[in-house]
DNA sequence: TAGATTGTTAATCGATTAACAATC
DNA sequence: TAGATTGTTAATCGATTAACAATC
């Protein structure tokens, strides 16, 4: 068992050996800070796009995204020089860059196991199935849920988790089941091949090196918001 | 308007003094990073003493947490000193000091507005109405479903937001509404009194000084996934 | 006292930021 | 050429970690 990385926590990931006093070509490894970045980069360009914009500074990308544009700067020329002094940014070239710095020109096989509200929601949240993204399969243990469907998606028997994993090389399991049936859940899809997971539910996943885990935690975020919440109303 | 901390992005939040040179008794100023981290020692504590535990190591208590030990007790030290050397914690007086320093012990009140799918999942996480949190209402601009309730709150009419926000002294609103819907929102809880926001939507909100946004973001978790994938599937 | 474990120090590491030379 | 803006440097800041003295 290996730390996983948590995004709120900081708890580093598994290890992730890079070649020393070797600089590589297009520069590998990206501080993770700046890969956290990228997709709100890209989620900016985007918009850029669709309000018709074709060229930006990092000024005004920054602006869009909610950086300052020294940071911005800095991220992007961890990916290469993609713009042009004394002019700016191509909208469209750096939103194929980073796209394709990301990996979401490729289309990864996504299960979403647990399809309660929270299931439900994300099997209908148009970020997930948007490019880059193919859910495959919606798996539930209860039986109750396997005459439902989500979009054109049933819900199947959680049996079936190992088959589909194999069948459609499923890269990434979302976790939106109750927290007890989590860890288990996580062991039959890592065992099963997943080497990315997505977990929504309280718990501390447990995870082999080389598997990375996300968590979205809502009450965590809640408690947060608390604390500063609460040094406002004894400041002020 | 100033940037607002995203806790994936790292966007520094709204300027808050501290007395430089002043070490105020119980240690003003504890680091961003710990705060994150408060809330999961919480919760470990919480399962401890389910189990019955009634005293830890910081050892075991950083294995529940998923972090390191030496982390934990740093962490801890900007609270106090809560535990006995050669012994460990007590977990229930460890658990009560954490509770309160995050502010839970007062019961905050909520708001969630847009009642989608991710809504609904939200009105009915146990995790927000467990012990620090009070949802006080449920809005939505569709009068479809005014007529719905989840769980014992019925769907009002964001028209009410204002309203509701002084009634109950709604400190923390959780925007789970479209893209498109969420700044207006957000100006009209901020306008109302609320200085704590849970965002969900895709969008990059804009806040005036004081005011915390925190940010929930699927697709942009799946995207780190994803590049950590692609490295990956290179590697290997 | 001997063993265990905290709380703190100091070193290290990574991320942020301002400033500016390079260059379109 | 003059103005604008990138890409990079270097300084600063904050977070992590190992190690260990303090102390139960």
Redesign the pocket.
Known sequence: MSATRDRST?V?HAARAVAPGRPAHPARGI????VARLPVYLRALVALAERGIATC???ELAGAAGV????L??D??YLG?????????DVEYLRYQIAREIGVTQDLAVVIVGIGNLGHALANYAGFTSRGFRIVALLDSDPDRWSESVGDLAVVPLDRLEEVVAAESVAIGVIATPASAAQPVCDRLVAAGVTSILNFAPVVLSVPDGVDVRKVDLSIELQILAYHEQRKAVGA
């Open positions: 900081g580093e501080p993770e800070a700046t500074s990092s000024e300052n544009s020294a940071k700067r800095k992007l020329s020089s993609y713009g042009t002094r004394g002019v700016g940014y």
